[in-house]
């Protein structure tokens, strides 16, 4: 079966740096669009970023933009999000997510719908 396992989150202080990772199996990664999305507490699931399934193109959340960058070695079937300069607010749980059928390209590829599989996600906390 797909499973989409997410490491690499932690405490952080604010402007610092942090690089998480997501190992995918079971499913054609390299055919696959691959998010990122977080939870804060209280707050819906959001989009951070997302990656086409050569790289040729990223997308990001006006919040991340800059700052943050998605990558992914389809060789290691591994996407991987690196926070720089983060701040306070991006102190959420972080969740990668799969899109295998490339649904998301047209019908949105901020969408958490248009994914298929979801990992169990990793906290992120960034002190102030």
């Known amino acids: 079966q797909v499973q989409l396992v997410e490491s690499g989150g932690g405490l952080v202080q604010a402007g610092g740096s942090l690089r998480l990772s997501c190992a995918a199996s079971?499913?054609?990664?390299?055919?696959?669009?691959m998010g990122w999305f977080r939870r804060s507490p209280g707050k819906e699931r959001e989009f951070v970023a997302a990656?086409?399934?050569?790289?040729?193109?990223?997308y990001y959340a006006d919040s991340v933009k800059g700052r943050f960058t998605i990558s992914r070695d389809n060789a290691k079937n591994t996407v991987y999000l690196q926070m720089n300069s983060v701040k306070p607010e991006d102190t959420a749980v972080y969740y990668c997510?799969?899109?295998?059928?490339?649904?998301?390209?047209?019908?949105?590829?901020?969408?958490?719908?248009?994914?298929?599989?979801w990992g169990q996600g990793t906290q992120v906390t960034v002190s102030s």
């Open positions: 990656i086409t399934w050569s790289g040729g193109n990223t």
């Open positions: 079971g499913l054609t990664f390299d055919n696959s669009v």
């Open positions: 997510a799969a899109d295998p059928v490339r649904r998301s390209v047209l019908a949105g590829i901020r969408i958490p719908g248009n994914y298929d599989y």
